[in-house]
């Protein structure tokens, strides 16, 4: 596809002085609220996080109480499975398992998304080799990455050193990116995006029709694939014009050549529905749950549910 360059470099030569300013902001809200803070030193860890820990490449999320769990991908017309996305699950805490979006929300705060994160794109792409040992065909690797690991500035370089390690082509990973809330996270985040979208791997926004994201953007952000939200799925059949407002977006993304993803199919009827859309490729309850590795490894290569 062609995106516009040159609108986003007009935009990344701000991105320094865009980031000195956040950084100042923040630094300034620190302090006033340390000071109001007193001897509640928790109240300002909540609020902006503790000082980020510095970055281990080492970091042994598996010894921390973190696993993955692998969703398939699959072909909406045949049932064939494509991919897995990467899915983080946190198990070392008292009383059982927390809630992903709770302890990421902790792990963003804390700064420790970086350390983790890592640690999930290493072991993803080892277990992918893993799961590729049974598949006659390349499958595809979806990782989420939030939008303060993109921040980083070795990122783009770490995560194409990691592909390498693990024997990976660029074209096999898709980064699920989202946080796109306001225009100038993704003025500030289009650089290792380009960087990684330029080696090959695929760069996907999460949740589309769920955020505020500019639609300006899409045309400009080095973008490959959009997903769907589930709570727009969740609603197909149930009403004309949010069909009509499902097939707008879907032809936005032809518009812009841009592949579609959907998420959260848990019944026939979404499926079937999708299907008439012209939707190729999606994932949900249907299919399969999130699978630990050892249970992915023996998933059919194409899945009864589809194959029906």
Avoid at 36 to 47: H, K, S
């Amino acid at each position: 596809m062609r995106w516009r360059l040159q609108a986003v470099r007009l935009r990344y030569g701000r991105m320094a002085a865009e980031r000195a300013r956040l950084s100042a902001q923040l630094e300034h809200s620190r302090r006033l609220l340390a000071a109001e803070a007193g001897p509640r030193p928790e109240l300002l860890d909540d609020t902006f996080g503790s000082a980020h820990p510095a970055f281990d490449p080492r970091f042994d999320g598996e010894a921390a109480g973190y696993t993955l769990r692998y969703q398939p991908l699959v072909d909406l017309a045949d049932g064939r499975i494509l991919g897995v996305e990467a899915l983080l699950r946190l198990t070392a805490r008292p009383g059982g398992r927390s809630a992903p979006l709770e302890f990421v929300r902790r792990l963003e705060a804390s700064g420790e998304i970086g350390n983790v994160g890592h640690w999930v794109m290493r072991r993803a792409c080892q277990e992918l080799v893993v799961l590729q040992r049974a598949a006659p065909r390349p499958l595809r690797l979806v990782v989420n990455v939030s939008r303060r690991e993109l921040g980083r500035a070795e990122y783009a370089d770490d995560v194409l050193e990691v592909l390498a390690a693990a024997g990976l082509p660029p074209g096999r990973l898709e980064l699920d990116v989202d946080g796109f809330h306001e225009a100038e996270h993704a003025e500030l985040l289009c650089h290792p995006l380009q960087r990684l979208r330029s080696a090959g791997v695929g760069i996907t926004l999460d949740n589309f029709g769920s955020t505020q994201l500019p639609l300006s953007l899409l045309a400009e952000l080095p973008l490959s694939k959009l997903k769907i939200d589930r709570s727009l799925v969740a609603a197909l059949g149930q009403d004309e014009r949010h069909d009509a407002l499902f097939a707008s977006m879907l032809q936005t993304a032809a518009n812009l050549r841009l592949a579609v993803g959907v998420v959260g199919i848990e019944n026939e009827g979404q499926w079937r529905r999708l299907q008439q859309l012209g939707c190729t490729e999606g994932q949900g309850f249907l299919f399969a749950t999130p699978l630990p590795l050892a249970a992915a490894q023996h998933l059919p290569l194409q899945l009864p549910a589809a194959a029906d």
